[in-house]
């Protein structure tokens, strides 16, 4: 999907290496990817990527009070499990038929912003950076941090550090600066997700109808002193990745082709207006665009659509080649919306999942992720959306509509503006994400510290509208219902690394059908039944390579780079150093070495 | 040492210590490829009292050398490199070691055929996935000891919940309950969906002084957890519980008191959330307004579902405690509006009236 003419022209005969990398470290889940690498032509000729783990939430959860949902939807994942659970909420909601009152939405949204600004700090600086980090350059690339030495940083005034290398040390695992006060921060905006959610990873005081939090204005004034200790850092950061990612493209010209693809991108927003939202499925494209991140289909530069009835009618669960059965000759639980469309029966409401182990072949099935896929009703194709890691399709997204304006963001059709106000040492700073030329590995990276940025600007918000409810006596946080015999719901949301929607079909006040979409499975999805690869493989499939090694002692920097750009699902951590400093060495004995030419 | 629990039986006297030669350096190989969400992983890295950096730097004295080997903290790539410890210690040629498993553990047996639940890297020989089985075959025996990180480690957890496929259970169930590891300890559980961050934390530490010799066992209970840390009950912790004695309960999550009619299972949970909060103090369960759903016990989920309607036996409990409840609430009501109004000696007229002895003047 990268290959440019240049490289096109000119070939040398191929010498092609098999090269795995299984487990992926650095992430959560079970992730591996196997590639063949044409070292003559320094670039990846295949890709799959494969995942060993399958536990079952949609068969487990079957017959079980629908109540119950947003607590073990939550279990799915350790990283943002409240994102889980907000979006079991809201489908939760929309099938009870109950708007929970404004404050609850706040709290929630609160919680949210912490979550986005705790997993996204720690993801970058303490797993994406450590590949861009002194040592790691050092041991890929010398002439770039030869380069980097001697590279003045031309935003030192903001952050601190003079050249470009200054900062690839701040980023050393462990010793460096940057590395180490990020570990902190992370503490302390996890510290804040408690405040309003409770508990971090699984919330304790999230419900259908509302939360439990206890509204007092304590909870706010803790949370407001908290993101006001962070402030400073999150400006620096934006500033520290921008001088990072503009060095890679003029150390390394072609950077660009490193992770990209089709510019296909996915956002079913984020943070509810408590003003305009009330979860009924009939209105839903009207709330859905009132959310503080705005929804939307991305393909090649155009908005596709941001009707949340469109993108939840257009979703498609297909086989791939993973380890399940096919449901089709089921019964479909849901055969129209209630609006009266039609839905298909490889829609999730639909989905059945039949789960069959077997053997892992690349040619055949090898995967325990299916390959979920947008079904473009113009041009029929099953789109391989991506996520962008989330925040460079949420951002492109709420660019792009132009919908959001708020005290302190802005949306201007090409770019999102957002405001901070002074901290400790920096003064009021107006920030600006512009759409970027490509859908690649570093813009990936580099629409995370913006994000963080964001979610900063809407948390101020939301802080001053709930306050401005406690002082006024509206503590209301919980509204009863009734769960009904029949019904059901949907909810869209963000996790963290992006899209995430939850289908729920209840009979006799039980579920009859639960299908929750991650934003892994999007990315890490294998080939489909039309052969179409997933994210993963398309962005590193035909991607340059411009590691300085050879194949013996090659690391696939690169190639994991573009990776964990995507943020797989699988998020913080902290490095470690392997015993007694141990860094770094790489044994990824290729399998055969062949000319094929 | 014991905690006794007013309403929890279940503490028992630890073992005595005896001398030992303690070991200088110890790797910890963290397995989580279990049925699990990485969530214990994420969560020890909110640890502050200690951090992990603080163990692994050295920094608490006392402790053995530690090496951490935990994927989601590794600065290796991934794949041969980030394995090669686990092979070694699986091949016997790394000592000593502790066995961190996080994840609860498939039934790889009802599998017909080919295939695997979950994997742990690749068979060298075959290419195949190295099911998490394998690793924990070759692995607990010759470890120094095993910690299970979590519910779904200890106990099966939400994966083991009625209904799922993978026919999944906790670590003790699959080694067996009466499995020791090279330093005699059975296995040790730390149970929390996820773990809190400081109890897991301490429960490595005392292992690790125990490693260094410096330390007895840590007293584990019948359910091999640490008895300090799981010994009383959520209610004994909590800060809603003198609503409960006085029969203030909660009929919906807008209120401040008792959760017990609104789901909360706290009396008979243990776990030490509410009393330390989830991370350095804040947060945590019926304190904070979430019902307690018994994410730390053997029969989580299942027991305790569904959560948001009031425990089988507290309805009973609950009825009983009103009538007591109404009085002590209504005396304590009189005493309450008593202490809230200063004394009537106090005013700016012309007298004192304090009931000062003026003894020094004539
Ligand atoms: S809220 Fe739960 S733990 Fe607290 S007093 Fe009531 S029943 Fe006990
Ligand atoms: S209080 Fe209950 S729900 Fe909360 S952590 Fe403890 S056992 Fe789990």
């Known amino acids: ?597 | 040492m014991t905690t006794q629990g007013g309403t929890a039986a279940v503490s028992r006297e630890p073992a005595t210590p005896e001398e030992r030669p303690g070991v200088d350096e110890i790797t910890i190989l963290w397995i989580s490829e279990g049925m699990s969400c990485d969530g214990d992983t994420v969560s020890l890295t909110a640890a502050d009292q200690p951090s992990i950096e603080d163990v692994v730097l050295g920094l608490i004295p006392g402790l053995p050398k530690v090496n951490l080997v935990n994927k989601v903290l590794s600065p290796s790539l991934g794949g041969e490199d980030f394995l090669a410890p686990y092979r070694a210690a699986a091949r016997g040629e790394l000592t000593p070691f502790i066995l961190v498993i996080e994840g609860s553990i498939p039934n790889q047996r009802i599998i017909e055929g080919d295939g695997y639940w979950t994997s742990f890297g690749n068979d060298p020989d075959t290419g195949e996935p190295q099911t998490l089985n394998w690793w924990i075959d070759q692995l607990a025996p010759r470890a120094w000891a095993v910690v299970a990180a979590g519910t779904c480690a200890t106990y099966g957890g939400i994966h083991a919940m009625a209904g799922n496929p993978t026919g999944c259970m906790g670590l003790a169930d699959y080694l067996g309950w009466d499995f020791k590891a090279e330093s005699g300890l059975p296995v040790v559980n730390v149970p929390g969906c996820p773990i809190q961050p400081e109890n897991f934390m301490e429960t490595l530490i005392w292992v690790l002084y125990h490693a260094a010799g410096t330390a007895p066992p840590p007293p584990l209970d019948h359910m091999l957890r640490p008895q300090w840390l799981f010994g009383k009950t959520v209610h004994e912790g909590c800060d809603r519980g003198s609503y409960y004695e006085q029969a203030s309960f909660a009929t919906d999550y807008n209120s401040p008191k008792c959760l017990v009619k609104t789901g909360c299972w706290g009396p008979v949970v243990n776990c030490n959330v509410p009393k330390r909060g989830w991370m350095a103090g804040i947060g945590g369960c019926p304190n904070v307004g979430g019902i307690c759903i018994g994410c730390t016990m053997p029969g989580f989920p299942d027991a305790f579902m569904p959560f948001m309607d009031e425990p089988p036996g507290g309805t009973l409990s609950s009825m009983l405690v009103k009538p007591y409840g109404a009085v002590i609430r209504r005396l304590r009501g009189l005493t309450n509006d008593m202490v809230n109004h200063e004394p009537k000696w106090r005013h700016n007229k012309r007298k004192l009236t304090s009931g000062f002895d003026p003894r020094w003047r004539p």
Not at chain 1, 14 to 22: K, L, P
Not at chain 1, 179 to 190: C, D
Not at chain 1, 360 to 371: G, I, K, L, P, T
Not at chain 1, 482 to 489: T, Y
């Open chain 1, 1 to 597: 999907m990268t290959t440019t003419e240049a490289r096109r022209a000119g070939r040398k005969p191929a010498q092609i290496v098999d090269m795995s990398w299984d487990p992926i470290t650095r992430i959560i889940g079970n992730l591996g990817i196997y590639t063949k690498i044409d070292f003559a032509n320094r670039e990846v000729v295949e890709c799959h990527s494969t995942s060993s783990l399958f536990r079952g939430y949609s068969v487990f959860m079957k017959g079980k009070d629908p109540r119950d949902a947003g607590f073990i939807t939550s279990r799915i994942c350790g990283i943002c499990g409240d994102n889980h659970t907000t979006c079991s909420n809201y489908a939760q909601q929309m099938a009870y038929g109950v708007k929970p009152p404004p404050l609850a939405e706040h709290i929630t949204n609160l919680g949210e912003a912490a979550e986005y600004m705790f997993d996204h700090t720690i993801f970058q600086d303490n797993l994406v950076f450590v590949d861009f980090c002194e040592a790691m350059v050092k041991a890929t690339n010398p002439s770039v941090l030869a380069r980097a030495e001697r590279t003045e940083a031309p935003r030192g005034h903001l952050h601190g550090y003079r050249t470009i290398a200054d900062i690839m040390r701040a980023f050393n695992p462990f010793e460096g600066e940057i590395y180490k006060q990020a570990l902190k921060m992370s503490r302390i905006t996890r510290e804040m997700f408690c405040l309003m959610e409770g508990r971090h990873v699984h919330p304790s005081t999230l419900y259908p109808g509302g939360v439990g939090t206890m509204p007092q204005p304590t909870v706010f004034t803790d949370y407001l002193a908290r993101l006001m200790r962070v402030i400073d850092f999150v400006k620096q950061a934006v500033a520290l990745n921008d001088d990072v990612f503009d060095f890679f493209y003029q150390a390394l010209p072609g950077y660009e082709e490193v992770g990209r693809r089709r510019i296909l991108l996915a956002c079913w927003g984020a943070w509810q207006n408590p003003d305009i939202v009330d979860y009924r499925y009939e209105t839903m494209n009207h709330w859905g665009k009132a959310m503080y991140v705005t929804p939307g289909i991305i393909v090649d530069g155009q908005l596709v659509t941001n009707n949340l009835v469109d993108i939840n009618l257009g979703l498609r669960i297909l086989l791939g080649s993973s380890y399940y059965d096919d449901w089709t000759s089921e019964e479909p639980f849901v055969t129209h919306d209630p609006l009266g469309n039609p839905v298909d029966i490889r829609h999730p409401w639909n989905q059945t999942t039949l789960p069959h182990p077997q053997k892992r072949a690349f040619d055949h099935n090898y995967s325990w992720v299916m390959s979920p896929r947008w079904h473009h009703p113009e041009t029929g194709q099953h789109l391989a959306l991506d996520t962008g890691g989330g925040p460079l399709a949420r951002l492109w997204s709420t660019a792009l509509n132009g919908l959001v304006d708020t005290p302190y963001i802005k949306a201007t059709g090409h770019s999102v503006r957002i405001t901070l106000p002074h901290g400790e040492k920096l003064p009021e700073t107006t920030l600006e994400w512009t759409i970027p030329q490509w859908s690649n590995t570093i813009e990936r990276d580099r629409a995370r510290p913006y994000f963080i940025a964001y979610a900063a600007a809407m948390a101020l918000q939301f802080l001053e509208q709930a306050q401005t409810l406690v002082r006024a006596g509206e503590t209301k946080v919980f509204e009863n219902f009734q769960v009904p015999d029949e019904a059901i719901g949907c909810g869209f949301h963000e996790a963290v690394r992006g899209v995430l929607s939850h289908h729920l079909v209840i009979k006799n006040q039980k579920i009859a059908n639960y299908h929750p979409y991650p934003p892994t499975p999007w990315n890490a999805s294998p080939r489909d039944p039309y052969g179409t690869p997933g994210p993963y493989e398309d962005a590193v499939q035909g991607q340059p390579i411009f590691e300085e090694n050879d194949p013996d002692t090659f690391k696939g920097v690169d190639i994991m780079r573009t990776v964990r750009s995507f943020d797989p699902c699988l998020p913080c951590g902290v490095h470690m150093y392997l015993g007694n400093g141990k860094t770094l060495t790489t044994t990824h004995t290729p399998t055969y070495g062949t000319d094929q030419g």
